[in-house]
């Protein structure tokens, strides 16, 4: 038997040694248009990033070793120009001597793989910009960062391979930039569980730019110029695409073999053509779910393909392949992201629900964080999961996706049995968990709001449903949330009158569990429509944030977070393990333990949540204590707090609060042109009398720190209704009083041009030259649809917490 194999690496290359293990007598061709038969491609991004050091450890086989080892004929550097199946020949040139030949096969085997996506836009041929597919393109990659020394880098499609060609140019010592024409990075995942990843940008200073695309590409000799479809421009060194891949069909298509997106094949990998095959990227064939056609372009079904067909082809068997599920998995910086199956967003009428868990047991030193959400049916059948953690995530994920390829249900996931030990897991491991709380809703005894729909209901102030709070004070206080009834968990049984019957109650708390118990109180106490959280508010804060992070980096090396600034601390310390807390526990641990010490003592803290890098910072300011550092690295987050002696009052929360006395605060709800002038004139008087100012812009205010010129951004319903009401910009305020549609306010400012009195403008103007700091308030920008974008550059995001910090310290405080 002959067997003619075109294209090399995963799948030709898996398939020819598996042929040869079968069948010592056959004869085994493989065509490879590239010089390289068989290489890693999965750690071509790794050896641009210089993890792997040394590049022959990215070749599993040359040709000389597959004629040594297995006796198979490998002409790289050859390309397969066309098939003729009548009479059982390819056409192939070689090309290093464009010397063109016929080869005669009993079978043929396709696995042409796949090509980048490069889009017809104008400068995408500049010398600046790459791809990363193949190891002459990772050569090419790699030698432009060694020889040309770039400081900054633009990575054109969020991706997978797209997300670690951003981590490991970064880990080059590059500032990246990822710029991705949906709303989140890697589709795969439903868009809260990006927003995970989205946050851990942010902290790597990666800038990110979400639902804009590339418009052209300009070389400008020593850099590059994109401008995306928005009109924003991005100034960089150079460009890696990494829009997508296509499949490598034209061969198939020219031989009349029938193609979709890829090659058609059935479950034994036969093309509409007798003795022709396919497998690998360019195949399509039946999803492990759906039973629709897809392509899922990844080495790990490709190489069980690859069995299957040498098996069937040997021993004249007819062992179906099922179908992948897409299984993934990549590591972005310190997050494992996974994914298996279906998302929410592709399936109607699935049910999901979200679990905050920990690698192994809390109470076993360096739990980290992790979250899992599971997408199903109303039968209770298993569509797909995802995964975002720092620990643990790959196997939790692999756990859900074993059960799914076996046709497997939520109920499955509760009997799951996994090995457990403290250093490894729980005696209730996370997946069973998930499996509990979906179990669950199947059979309702628990209701899940998602994120989206309690959004949608603060948004509209919707007066059927009341938010009951249940968290602690503690983190009511670092995380607000207005408009809701707040209550600690443990004072429901003793306050249910103040609970209305006759509203929907949604019951909140952080990561969800506190909520679900809740319900169950509720529930049995005779309330109808009680609700919780799917995933917490862990889940809605993070998903209602502004998603991008629109650094402009002008500077020659990178602004990085400082790693070891806190762990080569040498002085003595208490040492506090809150690792395996979620949110507020390890601030409640900080604020336990640093309560039992004297001044002058100091603590280090370690978590594995992520939120409480800035907590710990915005608790030691409001309270007074020193923080000395504080860094996160490798999920965990480690401050160091020294306790201060100086304090010299006690809020009604029990924490000490230092008053230096020489900052102003003041709270601008108004977008009157009187209280905006008001304002103004305090805040500019402060600045005169050597007093640092902060103005936290909240709900009409915000109009006050538009930008002068209108900005096109894309709003929802809401956003637009707000936008038609609210002021354009500074100019545009109008007087509470007397405003006279405009005339009045027009009147005012011809007064205080008489009077030589500076203009609103100028005033906001002379804030900013004195370092004023201007928050603008986060619940108020989503709840009235104001986009980052719409704000002078020098307003900050941020919440309450960040006011409060500076209020704690503040010798006036000002509400206007």
């Not at 009951?468 to 306050?495: A, C, F, W, Y």
């Amino acid at each position: 038997m002959k067997y003619v194999i075109v294209g090399g690496v995963a799948g030709g290359a898996a398939v020819a040694a598996r042929l040869r293990r079968n069948d010592e007598h056959a004869e085994i061709i493989i065509f490879e248009k590239g010089e390289y038969i068989s290489y890693a491609n999965c750690g071509l991004p790794y050896y641009v990033g210089e993890t792997i050091k040394d590049r022959e450890k990215l070749f599993l086989e040359n040709p000389s070793t597959f004629k040594e080892n297995l006796n198979i004929d490998v002409k790289n550097n050859h390309e397969v120009l066309s098939i003729d199946k009548i009479n059982k020949t390819v056409k192939v040139i070689n090309l290093t001597n464009s010397n063109i030949t016929t080869e005669s096969y009993d079978k043929l085997i396709l696995s042409p793989g796949a090509t980048p996506i490069v889009p017809p836009i104008s400068g995408i041929d500049s010398n600046k910009v790459f791809t990363l597919r193949n190891v002459p393109d990772a050569d090419k990659l790699k030698a432009a960062i060694d020889n040309d020394k770039p400081t900054s880098a633009v990575v054109i499609g969020a991706g997978f391979i797209g997300m670690e060609a951003a981590e490991n140019l970064y880990d080059r010592g590059l500032n990246v930039t990822i710029v991705e024409m949906a709303n989140q990075v890697m589709t795969p995942l439903d868009y809260e569980m990006a927003a995970q990843v989205h946050e851990h940008l942010k902290f790597k200073e990666v800038a990110l730019y979400l639902s804009d695309g590339v418009k052209s590409l300009k070389d400008l000799g020593n850099r590059i110029e994109i401008e995306l479809q928005s009109g924003k421009r991005i100034f960089t060194d150079m460009v890696v695409l990494s829009i997508g891949v296509k499949p490598l069909t034209v061969l198939a298509e020219n031989a009349g073999i029938d193609v979709n997106r890829g090659i058609v094949v059935n479950e034994f990998l036969e093309t509409s053509a007798k003795d022709i095959y396919a497998l690998g990227d360019a195949a399509e064939m039946k999803h492990g779910i759906t039973g629709k056609n897809a392509i899922v372009p990844l080495a790990g079904p490709a190489g069980k393909q690859a069995r299957i067909l040498a098996d069937n082809l040997v021993y004249n068997s007819k062992k179906p392949y099922k179908g992948a599920i897409g299984t993934s998995i990549a590591k972005i910086f310190d997050l494992t992201v996974a994914t298996t199956g279906l998302p929410e967003k592709s399936v109607e009428d699935s049910l999901s629900v979200i679990v905050n868990g920990s690698s192994h047991a809390g109470y076993y030193p360096g739990a980290m964080q992790l979250f899992l959400k599971l997408v199903f049916d109303k039968e209770g059948k298993l569509l797909g999961a995802q995964g975002v953690g720092y620990e643990g995530v790959d196997k939790r994920l692999e756990m859900i996706a074993a059960v799914i390829r076996m046709g497997g249900t939520v109920n499955d996931l509760t009997e799951v049995e996994h090995a457990y030990a403290p250093p490894f897991s729980s005696s209730k491991d996370p997946v069973n968990i998930l499996g509990f709380t979906a179990e669950n809703v199947l059979l309702n005894r628990s209701t899940h709001t998602k994120w989206h729909e309690l959004n949608e209901i603060i948004t509209t102030n919707n007066p059927d449903y009341v938010l009951l709070d249940i968290r602690t004070v503690d983190e009511r206080e670092l995380h607000p949330l207005s408009g809701t009834l707040q209550m600690d968990k443990s004072e429901v049984r003793s306050n249910l009158e103040k609970i209305p019957k006759n509203k929907k109650i949604v019951v909140l708390c952080s990561g969800g569990l506190r909520a679900y118990l809740t319900e169950r109180i509720l529930r049995q106490e005779g309330f109808k429509s009680v609700s919780i959280l799917s995933g917490g508010l862990n889940i809605f804060f993070s998903s209602i944030k502004e998603q991008t992070n629109k650094i402009e980096f002008t500077n020659t090396s990178p602004n990085r977070v400082p790693e070891n600034l806190v762990n080569e601390f040498t002085g003595g310390f208490i040492d506090v393990d809150a690792c395996g807390l979620q949110c507020p526990g390890p601030i409640l641990k900080l604020k336990t333990e640093i309560d039992k010490i004297p001044a002058s003592s100091k603590l280090r803290v370690t978590a594995s949540d992520p939120g409480f890098y800035k907590d710990v910072t915005s608790w030691c300011n409001m309270t007074g204590n020193k923080i000395i550092g504080v860094e996160q690295s490798k999920g965990k987050v480690v401050a160091l707090i020294e306790k201060s002696a100086k304090t010299e009052s006690v809020n009604n929360t029990g924490y000490s609060v230092s008053t230096s006395g020489n900052e102003v605060t003041i709270i601008c709800f108004s977008d009157d042109m009187d209280k905006a002038l008001a304002s103004m004139v305090i805040a500019n008087g402060a600045i005169a009398s050597g007093k640092k100012v902060t103005i936290f812009f909240t709900f009409w205010g915000l109009s006050i720190i538009k930008k002068r010129d209108k900005v096109r951004v894309k709003k929802g319903i809401m956003g637009k209704m707000f936008g038609m009401m609210l002021p354009n910009n500074l100019n545009k305020l109008g007087l509470s009083k007397m405003n006279m549609g405009g005339i009045g306010a027009f009147m005012m400012k011809g007064i205080m041009k008489n009077l030589k009195i500076n203009t609103l403008q100028e005033m906001l103007n002379t804030l900013i030259e004195n370092d004023t700091k201007f928050i603008a308030c986060q619940m108020s920008m989503d709840v009235m649809g104001v986009k980052q974008e719409e704000l002078i550059d020098e307003a900050t995001i941020g919440g309450v917490a960040n006011y409060l910090e500076s209020a704690s310290t503040s010798g006036i405080n000002l509400f206007i």
